[in-house]
Nanobody, 125 residues
Framework: QVQLVESGGGLVQAGGSLRLSCAAS????????MGWFRQAPGKEREFVAG????????RHADSVKGRFTISRDNAKNTVFLQMNSLKVEDTAVYYC??????????????????WGQGTQVTVSS
């Protein structure tokens, strides 16, 4: 079992920044591929960013490239999502997820095995 807890969400004006954190606990003897997803009301859950076990392979969705950056600190079992130049359309619940079996970053949410409870990010105009 892996427990994931997100933090760092909140209300911010357009153009502002937020940094999300995801702390993993439980079965953390092995590092996992980690991903950030988001879901806005009435929309499907979408991939935002993912990072490989070593941190050397990273993927970002086209919609956030150049604005968001995913990173990880394996010693602290924590993954981060730095979000800059936020837009109103970034408003969503952001979820952290762990993929125990993949060796590369995948963008399909069904491949991820454990999920956090989500943290709300609201960007006002």
């Amino acid at each position: 079992q892996v427990q994931l807890v997100e933090s760092g969400g909140g209300l911010v004006q357009a153009g502002g920044s937020l940094r999300l954190s995801c702390a993993a606990s439980g079965r953390t003897d092995s590092n996992y591929v980690m991903g950030w997803f988001r879901q806005a009301p009435g929309k499907e859950r979408e991939f935002v960013a993912g990072i490989s076990r070593s941190g050397l392979s990273i993927r970002h969705a086209d919609s956030v490239k150049g604005r968001f950056t995913i990173s990880r600190d394996n010693a602290k079992n924590t993954v981060f999502l730095q979000m800059n130049s936020l837009k109103v359309e970034d408003t969503a619940v952001y979820y952290c997820a762990a993929d125990l079996y993949s060796r590369v970053v995948v963008t399909t949410h069904r491949e991820y095995d454990y999920w956090g409870q989500g943290t709300q990010v609201t960007v006002s105009s």
